[in-house]
Structures are given as structure tokens and as C-alpha cells.
């Protein structure tokens, strides 16, 4: 997913990735696709207008 943050320069200038709500792999054993609230920093927030959501799809890879 794309997102637009907004926020002091100082301050969006130090994220390099975003954190999403946690995600139990203990239950996953089929590759899937969920939606996760972000979680933002302090002093940051989403543009006006875009979602809270972004969709993570986690694919499940046996090893041999």
C-alpha cells in the first residue's frame, strides 16, 4: 500500500517504514490477505481523506 502522511519535516523525516496492528502468524497456515489499521508516531497523522486501513498479503512458503 501507498500512504500520505503529514507532520512536522523534522519528524517524517526520520520514518523509514510504518508499523500495522500485529498480525498472530500462529494462526495463519495458508497464504492471505488482511487489512491492518496503521499504527503512526506521534505528531504524524494520514492525509485528510485516506484510510486508516492498509491491505498486507502474507504469503506461506513450506520449507523442504
Known amino acids: 500500500s501507498v500512504v ?11 520514518i523509514d517504514a ?3 496492528e500485529p498480525i498472530d502468524l500462529s494462526k495463519i497456515t ?3 490477505t488482511q487489512k491492518r489499521r496503521l499504527v503512526l508516531p506521534e505528531g504524524v497523522a494520514l492525509n485528510r ?3 486508516s486501513m492498509v491491505e498486507i498479503t502474507l504469503e ?3 520449507v523442504p
Do not use: F, H
Request: net charge neutral; hydrophobic share 40%.
Open 30 to 32: 495458508v497464504s492471505t
Open 18 to 20: 510504518l508499523n500495522t
Open 49 to 51: 481523506g485516506l484510510p
Open 60 to 62: 506461506i512458503i513450506q
Open 4 to 14: 500520505e502522511i503529514v507532520g512536522r519535516a523534522d519528524t517524517i523525516g526520520k
